[in-house]
């Protein structure tokens, strides 16, 4: 047996029975019904990806800026309560700080409210 027509004598085997459309005609879906993304989808995605990691990108620079707006108070306030004798740290206004972030954010919020405590107690 020849097995080079092996292929071809499957694909006749599996070619829909003639039709109205013909003897290969196959019941396929309307183009209108098939699922899938419209023509030029993928570049209107691409560009709205684009657009929005560009927003991103500009609010990390805000918020990498506002920490470090919050580090510079931060070390104002621990220089004026050392200097009138106290603590550089109030433990009872970063409870404060951390209940705040939890009830605005949830409770990944208290992981945030401690990296910024920790970025603004600054170094002794």
Do not use: F, K, W
């Amino acid at each position: 047996m020849n097995t080079a027509s092996a292929p071809s004598n499957a694909a006749a085997r599996t070619a829909a029975p003639a039709g109205p459309g013909g003897p290969t005609a196959r019941a396929t879906t309307p183009p209108s019904a098939e699922p899938g993304p419209l023509p030029g989808a993928a570049d209107v995605a691409a560009g709205a990806i684009h657009t929005a990691r560009h927003r991103i990108d500009d609010l990390d620079g805000h918020i990498i800026g506002l920490v470090q707006e919050r580090a510079a108070v931060s070390a104002a306030i621990q220089s004026e309560r050392i200097a009138s004798g106290g603590r550089r740290v109030n433990l009872a206004r970063e409870l404060e700080v951390l209940n705040h972030y939890r009830d605005q954010l949830g409770q990944p919020g208290t992981a945030l409210a401690m990296t910024l405590l920790e970025l603004c107690r600054g170094r002794v």
